[in-house]
């Protein structure tokens, strides 16, 4: 295979600009190793801070168009958004909105106590946590549709629609059953508590009508599913659970805003919100994005943990593999996972978010030294 895949980078705010070079050191060591070939489309700088310093009127630069995105093989961007300027920046922050114009209904996001990490629960060991967040990506609480009533030029109500439809709750049901079915993404298939497949679905049926819509689908689903084992629990019981046993669980669907809530949860459980990388994957586009934020509380100094957008990058190639049926790219995934378990295990090269002392660079480094010893 002599293609070249061409992946489309975006910078983005505060950190961004720091795990993103180490996140294609990373990319570079893996691509020698494994024979394939990528072209890097930009990195474009886009976000809160290119607005800004473009009058407010522009939050990417004009050659970056709606056909960059669609032309390229995967994308991969930085977390984007600074907190005094939430709400009041160009829309989606790129020429489209990502998540809803390329379908990207499934946002991946693993939660693994890694080697030489220490969880914030007392006694659990590697291996012990690890399991998936499966966020539906395109519905529910952030489909905006709603709107403001204003009188006398004050805010009087404001009204958010919570939209479920058969569809979108179908494709993320059946994708959870695929990702418990193979294992991907994950340390170890199964559940750690006792080795078995299961998909659990977190919702609040009862309660809301899309959340009904969402556990029926879920119980629907299961004869032709039946060689996973299944687990309903409500969001509000599952936050419980998650600490209390997080090793009973593999894969664990919900709604869009339970996700994105429980998955910075998950970043404490694994030992950092720095650990948890992620891809907002469809069928035909995906793009690699660290769960968490541009962390302003620590951008600028270089001690920012690169290793969420380090494996995000890495499920990215993952898919990509998938989609294109091509092993290189999956076996380039589990090179990257593997080397910073070893860098982790290591130990030498810590960012502070661990308890070390080193830099985003000297780490980003690291994996990538790994990433061509594995
Ligand atoms: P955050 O995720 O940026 O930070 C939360 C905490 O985690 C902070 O203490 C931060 O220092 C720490 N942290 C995050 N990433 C880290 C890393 N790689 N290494 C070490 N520590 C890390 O959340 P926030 O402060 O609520 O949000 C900041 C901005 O990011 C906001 O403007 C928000 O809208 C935006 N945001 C963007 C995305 C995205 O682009 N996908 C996601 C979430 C938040």
Redo the contacts with the bound molecule.
């Keep these: 295979m002599s293609q070249k895949y061409k992946i489309l980078g975006l910078l ?1 705010d ?2 961004a600009t720091e ?1 993103i070079p180490e996140g294609l050191k990373v990319l570079e060591a893996v691509e020698e190793k494994c024979g394939f070939e990528i072209e890097i489309i930009g990195p474009y700088p886009v976000g809160a801070k290119y607005w800004i310093d473009h009058n407010m009127k522009q939050g990417w630069p004009e050659e970056l168009t709606k056909k960059t995105f669609y032309e390229a093989d995967a994308v991969f961007k930085g ?5 005094d300027y ?1 709400g009041r920046l160009p829309g989606p922050y790129t020429p489209i909105n990502m998540r809803t114009e390329l379908d990207l209904y499934a946002n991946i996001r693993p939660c693994r106590l890694r080697p030489g990490v220490k969880s914030v629960l007392a006694g659990r060991r590697p291996g012990d946590i690890d399991f998936i967040i499966l966020r539906e990506n395109t519905e529910q609480m952030y489909v905006n549709i709603g709107g403001f009533m204003k009188r006398g030029g004050e805010t009087e109500l404001a009204i958010d629609n919570y939209v479920q439809t058969k569809k979108g709750v179908e494709r993320i049901i059946k994708y959870g059953y695929k990702l418990a079915r193979s294992g991907e993404y994950k340390g170890k298939s199964g559940a750690p508590l006792d080795g078995k497949r299961r998909l659990t679905c977190a919702c609040k049926w009862g309660l809301t009508k899309g959340d009904d819509l969402f556990k029926d689908t879920y119980d629907k689903l299961a004869p032709e599913n039946a060689d996973i084992e299944r687990d309903a629990t409500w969001i509000d019981s599952w936050s419980y659970y998650a600490l209390m046993r997080p090793g009973f669980y593999d894969v664990v669907v919900m709604p869009n805003q339970y996700g994105d809530i429980m998955s910075d949860m998950s970043g404490a459980l694994q030992g ?3 650990l948890a990388g992620s891809i907002n994957a469809g069928d035909k586009h995906c793009f690699a ?2 769960t ?7 951008a600028g100094r270089g001690i ?3 290793t ?1 957008m380090i494996l995000s990058m890495g499920m990215m190639l993952n898919w990509l593999g998938d989609k294109r049926g091509d092993e290189r790219l999956k076996e380039a995934w589990l090179r990257i996972d593997r080397a910073i378990d070893t860098v982790l295990a290591n130990g030498n090269v810590r ?1 502070p ?1 661990l308890g070390g002392s080193n830099s985003t660079k000297q780490f980003g480094s690291s994996v990538a030294e790994a990433v061509k010893k594995e």
């Design positions: 983005g505060g950190i795990i977390p984007t958004g600074l907190p939430v950092s919100l720095g994005e660290a968490h934020g541009s962390a302003p509380d620590i920012s943990n690169p969420s960012t978010d």
